[in-house]
């Protein structure tokens, strides 16, 4: 459920900051009176057009129905990759720490101390501690601990790579989707030229504009998304050596705690 609500508030976050933009917009495109009646003062070249109104600009001309469904990736594929980075950085915990507690806790109260300490402490090397100790107590060896604690660390690591399957089909889906429009970019400039009957620039124009537009967005989206893909990525193969180097600590630990 948490994970639910956090997807829904990031969407509810972009879906705000969209419809703000979009009145902006809005607002900037009236022109007062002042501005209708006072002429033009800036002669010596073109009047710079912001980034969000070319943005939009290109995005209409690019065909709303292809373009909208490479936005759609676009904004589902983020809120994939922002709700594993927080998912990921509140994951993390710092072991040798967490470990200094467990043995202090060991000497001073036992297993269900230290048991105490690991349920207390968030984390995925947290929830592998506690199987460790929920195991201890009730009797098993070092042996069965070590398999099960093996076998709750794959969980664990399977949490953690939640979710990044549907950020892979984002990122195919929205290059394909832009070579889509640029497939039907040029049928439309075909159609045009067959209606026409001139192969001149001006008939191909539009549909080749369609075409190149479609696939820039498709392919700008998919480098976006790859980029947090991959940091996802790094992030996940840190936080599984350090469960690894946990583990085989807190295993150390256990040995010098069952000698005594």
Partial sequence: MKKIFMFL????????????????????????????????????????????????TKFIEGGAGFMALVIACLILGLALCIERILYLSFSKTNSKKLL???????????????????????????????????????????????????????????????????????IAIAPSLGFLGTVIGMIQAFDAIMVAGDMSPAVVAGGMKVALITTVGGL???????????????????????????????MDILVKYQGK
């Fill in 9 to 56: 508030a990031v969407m509810g976050v972009m879906a705000f900051s969209a419809q703000n933009a979009a009145a902006q917009d809005e607002q900037a495109a009236e022109p007062t009176a002042t501005e209708v009646a006072a002429p033009a003062e800036n002669l010596d070249g073109p009047e710079e057009v912001p980034m969000h109104q070319a943005l939009k």
């Fill in 100 to 170: 200094a507690k467990i043995e202090a806790a060991l000497q001073e109260g036992g297993v269900e101390a230290a048991t105490d300490v690991c349920r207390n402490t968030r984390g995925p090397i947290a929830s592998i501690f506690t199987q460790a100790f929920l195991r201890l107590a009730d009797g098993q060896s070092l042996d069965e601990i070590e398999k099960s604690v093996v076998s709750y660390g794959g969980v664990e690591a399977s949490k953690m790579e939640q979710n990044l399957s549907w950020i892979s089909l984002f």
């Fill in 220 to 250: 700008i989206v998919a480098v976006i998304l790859q980029i947090f893909y991959n940091y996802i990525l790094s992030q996940v193969e840190s936080l599984t050596i350090d469960m690894e180097d946990a583990t085989i600590s807190l």
